[in-house]
């Protein structure tokens, strides 16, 4: 584990001198996961291994103490939340106010293929691993095989809102049938 994270700390350092990726552009949630064409990952367990991380290059101005204190329970809330995913999803959003002005954005997802226990521990290994490397930093993620996690100061996800469609009172009339004659309007 000591190599790990030696070698993600050189990584990371090494990412501080270009602007991330994640930080540039909004990403399309089915596009979180890298492939691997060499080998199949899905359904087995894989090593925590040696992340890809980045960072916005912009520093938290703010005061820390209380970014730091908002930050983390919003990570703890979408770490829950996406690792209590069903068997076909495990991924949630998730912002919280840091001002009345600022929100922080998260967002976390596992394959499904992985246990609740081991989406959990991964996604809590991954924000540590960010903070380890870039606290202090304006926004960010860090991606694995089985787990992704990015978080920021602006909205870079939308989320789906089903179309609401209201049940009809009444039966439409059928072609040709006489419409029906409504008083007292």
Same mark, same amino acid.
């Given at each position: 584990?000591?190599?790990?994270?030696?070698?993600? /700390?050189?990584?990371?350092?090494?990412?501080?001198?270009?602007?991330?990726?994640?930080?540039?552009?909004?990403?399309?949630?089915?596009?979180?996961?890298?492939?691997?064409?060499?080998?199949? =990952?899905?359904?087995?367990?894989?090593?925590?291994?040696?992340?890809?991380?980045?960072?916005?290059?912009?520093?938290?101005?703010?005061?820390?103490?209380?970014?730091?204190?908002?930050?983390?329970?919003?990570?703890?809330? %979408?770490?829950?939340?996406?690792?209590?995913?069903?068997?076909? $999803?495990?991924?949630? /959003? &998730?912002?919280?106010?840091?001002? %009345?002005?600022?929100?922080?954005?998260? $967002?976390?997802?596992?394959?499904?293929? $992985?246990?609740?226990?081991?989406?959990?521990?991964? $996604?809590?290994?991954? %924000? +540590?691993?960010?903070?380890?490397?870039?606290?202090?930093?304006?926004?960010?993620?860090?991606?694995?095989? +089985?787990?992704? =996690?990015?978080?920021?100061?602006?909205? =870079?996800?939308? /989320?789906?809102?089903?179309?609401?469609?209201?049940?009809?009172?009444?039966?439409?009339?059928?072609?040709?049938?006489?419409?029906?004659?409504?008083? &007292?309007?």
């Amino acid at each position: 584990m000591a190599a790990a994270t030696k070698r993600f /700390t050189h990584k990371c350092k090494n990412n501080r001198s270009r602007k991330s990726r994640a930080a540039s552009k909004d990403l399309n949630v089915q596009q979180k996961f890298p492939a691997f064409n060499n080998r199949s =990952f899905y359904g087995t367990l894989e090593e925590l291994g040696n992340p890809e991380a980045g960072y916005n290059t912009g520093d938290i101005k703010s005061n820390s103490t209380e970014f730091d204190t908002v930050w983390e329970s919003l990570m703890d809330t %979408v770490v829950r939340n996406a690792s209590n995913g069903s068997s076909t $999803l495990k991924y949630a /959003t &998730g912002e919280a106010d840091f001002t %009345v002005f600022q929100k922080i954005y998260a $967002l976390m997802q596992c394959t499904p293929d $992985l246990s609740h226990k081991d989406c959990d521990s991964y $996604l809590r290994q991954s %924000v +540590s691993n960010y903070e380890s490397c870039c606290h202090g930093k304006q926004g960010g993620y860090v991606t694995r095989p +089985s787990c992704y =996690f990015r978080w920021d100061l602006y909205p =870079f996800y939308t /989320t789906a809102t089903p179309s609401l469609s209201l049940p009809s009172l009444s039966p439409p009339p059928s072609p040709g049938s006489p419409l029906p004659v409504i008083k &007292g309007m």
